[in-house]
């Protein structure tokens, strides 16, 4: 994969522009039209934390950011929200963190069977999605073989994106 590419898939850490989370609430919109499923204010304001920075972000950190824009909620309310987010495919939850990240890929949401390999930067805290390959269909194969059912299937690589491995090739 270019180097391009890769740097592509980890924006640098920070705000998203104005422009790019318009669209990204847009996209997400109508990924919620499409469910029927009802994007409520409090799920589009989530929604726009979450997504409004290329890094994972914890709920309490979400409820923390909103409360400073003046809506006061109830821990339970902001996880609802995600839950639904969750649900319409448009956030995901970077595991080992117990944090969440937008999806910056709609499609694999809409193909059977197509999960991203979520990479993550341990320096930056860039999160990334690439095409999984075959990895959930290794995964299934040997859980059958051993006559496991598995209940969620993710897999989450922590390292070094190519901003961060350039940074320490600086150093």
Do not use: W
């Amino acid at each position: 994969m270019s180097e391009t590419l890769m740097k592509s898939q980890f924006p640098a850490p920070g705000q998203q522009n104005g422009r790019r989370l318009s669209q990204a609430v847009d996209r997400a919109s109508r990924v919620f039209e499409q469910r029927k499923l009802r994007f409520t204010k409090l799920r589009q304001q989530v929604y726009e934390e979450i997504a409004g920075i290329h890094t994972s972000i914890g709920a309490y950190d979400i409820l923390a950011k909103l409360a400073a824009k003046g809506t006061r909620l109830a821990p339970i309310s902001v996880y609802r929200a995600i839950d639904a987010l969750m649900e319409a495919g448009v956030i995901h939850r970077l595991e080992s963190k117990n944090a969440f990240f937008a999806c910056r890929r709609p499609e694999h949401g809409f193909e059977k069977g197509k999960r991203p390999l979520v990479l993550a930067c341990e320096k930056c805290g860039s999160v990334a999605e690439v095409d999984s390959g075959d990895i959930f269909e290794t995964i299934g194969q040997m859980a059958a073989a051993a006559d496991f059912t598995p209940r969620v299937k993710f897999v989450e690589v922590s390292g070094l994106c190519p901003r961060c491995v350039g940074d320490n090739d600086q150093t």
